[in-house]
């Protein structure tokens, strides 16, 4: 039975700054590391859901350093990466790249979508559901990609943000 390895991460807040001073060289330097243990451990996806900038206004170098990681991690589309907006990030300016990146073995979301994104690696396919909804729709979204797909191959990316959530204190 062939299986898929996926890493999951969040919250890498690129351009964090402490006290007025940058934190990009530690923050390099963590994703140095992570792209070792993605490679050491043979991942086949990374799913990055959210917070990969602290503001919606990252330092350019911040956005560099992002879109660096991103291809290193993907080895030019032999591993696929799956990112999804925060609530400290700037949907359209973390999609606007999407048509570059596509290619590339990297999927950037921006907005709630109901689209299923399909992963394919040379060992096996997985069906992205990304849900960025309120806690309402949650049951009946997850209910519908489970039946959809059979109950396989649907891994399921949860962000739960106030501004999409009806309950306020989410």
């Known amino acids: 039975m062939n299986h898929m390895r996926i890493l999951h991460t969040a919250d890498w807040h690129l351009g964090k700054t402490l ?3 940058s934190r990009l ?10 792209y070792q243990i ?27 350093l992002f879109y660096e990681s991103l291809s290193a991690l993907s080895d030019k589309g032999k591993r696929q990466v799956v990112v999804i907006s925060g609530n400290h990030d700037n949907p359209d300016r973390l999609s606007a ?22 992963v394919d690696v040379p060992s ?23 039946l959809k797909h059979l109950k396989r191959n649907c891994f399921v990316i949860i962000t739960i943000k106030k501004k999409y959530s009806k309950r306020s204190n989410i």
């Not at 530690?26 to 992570?34: C, M, N, T």
């Not at 909804?133 to 997850?142: G, M, N, V």
């Open 19 to 21: 006290e007025g001073r």
């Open 25 to 34: 060289d530690e923050q390099a330097q963590f994703l140095d590391e992570l």
């Open 38 to 64: 993605v490679k050491d451990e043979h991942i086949d996806v990374i799913v990055m859901a959210g917070d990969a900038f602290d503001t919606v206004n990252p330092p350019a170098r911040a956005e560099q």
């Open 97 to 118: 790249a999407s048509p570059l990146t596509n290619d590339q073995g990297i999927h950037l979301i921006g907005y709630p979508t109901n689209d299923i994104i399909r």
């Open 124 to 146: 096996s396919s997985v069906n992205v559901y990304p849900l960025q909804h309120s806690l309402i729709r949650l049951k009946r979204d997850l209910t519908r990609c489970w």
